[in-house]
């Protein structure tokens, strides 16, 4: 008698009975999904009129006409300079700390009409193109080594990356008592402030030569030579040029450094001079031909990237 009430009991205990539920449930959420009932009822989206046609100037990466493009270049001129007649004709600024665009113009007529200005451009722009040159001359080669070969990135990276961090000014006391006075102190300030930065950034250039045209370059039996000269090489070479765009504007930074040492031309040589008398409408007019020198350099070079890689432009 008592072996069926027991049996009847055991079947309704609590495990069984959640059991039960979970069947149940998993059944009915079938059913549901089986009817179109499977997800939880979604308010509808607000209704948005339609958007307006935003202007090419403010709509992300959307070409430009070319009038607008000349317009917005000669903005960036025009409003500084407004800003510089307004603030020196009011006289809200003293002259000597801010000398009006007539003083700078005719500070530089004078200094054109002596020579002395030819001549300081001369002297800093063969600085720079040592300097530099030198610098490109090491760092692109070292820069595609580091780049190709993950063995040269490694013995060659770390050290790289702890040089750059070293200000190039403060190597001018070691290279008077190396290199003396003269102008191989200058060319070696020029050399350390930029060989690094660029060396780093040729580095990243070549690495980013896409591992597909290697891979594909091997299929067809091309040699390691033939791949880094006709595949590594060509695509690589624009980002190497505006790489060196970059590091060119450094070199002008680091020219005005290097002519502080026992300089006798030059334009940072002619700033520290003028600064001596208070010639700011002098200095004025020294950075705004230094301005306009980088600037020509810097257009030399991009009008070279677009002939060499036109595919990248």
């Known amino acids: 008698m008592t072996g069926p009430t027991q049996r009847t009991a055991a079947s309704h205990s609590p495990a069984d009975a959640r059991a039960a539920e979970e069947l149940e449930a998993e059944q009915g959420l079938a059913e549901r999904v089986q009817a179109g009932r499977g997800r ?17 100037l403010f709509s992300l990466r959307t070409p430009i006409s070319a009038s607008a493009r000349w317009t917005l270049a000669v903005l960036s001129f025009a409003i500084p300079f407004l800003a510089w007649v307004v ?9 000597t700390f801010l000398p009006s665009p007539a003083a700078v113009l005719k500070a530089g007529a004078d200094m054109a009409g002596t020579g002395e ?22 760092s692109v080669p070292l820069g595609m080594l580091m780049g190709t070969f993950t ?32 102008e191989p102190s200058k060319i070696a300030i020029l050399f350390i402030g930029t060989v690094f930065f660029n060396t780093l950034m040729t580095a990243d250039v070549v690495r980013a030569v896409p591992n597909a045209l290697l891979d594909v370059s091997y299929t067809l039996g091309a040699r390691r030579g033939e791949v880094l000269r006709k595949i590594v090489v060509p695509h690589s070479l624009p980002g190497m040029i505006d790489a060196i765009r970059v590091n060119a504007a450094a070199a002008w930074n680091f020219v005005v450094v290097a002519e502080l040492i026992n300089s006798q031309a030059g334009l940072g040589y002619r700033i520290v001079r003028a600064q001596r008398f208070l010639q700011t409408d002098k200095i004025f007019a020294v950075l705004i031909v230094i301005g306009v020198a980088g600037l020509t350099i810097d257009v030399v070079l991009r009008l070279v990237r677009t002939q060499v890689g036109k595919w990248a432009a």
Do not use: H, M, N
């Not at 990276?157 to 200000?167: A, M, N, Q």
């Open 40 to 56: 939880p009822a979604w308010t509808p989206l607000p209704r948005r009129a339609t958007p307006k046609p935003a202007s090419p």
């Open 87 to 95: 603030l020196s004709v009011s006289g809200a600024v003293d002259s």
């Open 117 to 138: 200005l030819f001549d300081d451009l001369w002297a800093t722009t063969q600085r720079v193109l040592e300097g530099f040159g030198l610098a490109v001359l090491v």
């Open 151 to 182: 063995a040269g990135q490694a013995f060659f990276e770390p050290l790289i990356g702890l040089l750059r961090y070293l200000p190039a000014s403060a190597f001018i006391p070691l290279l008077i008592i190396w290199l003396g006075l003269g």
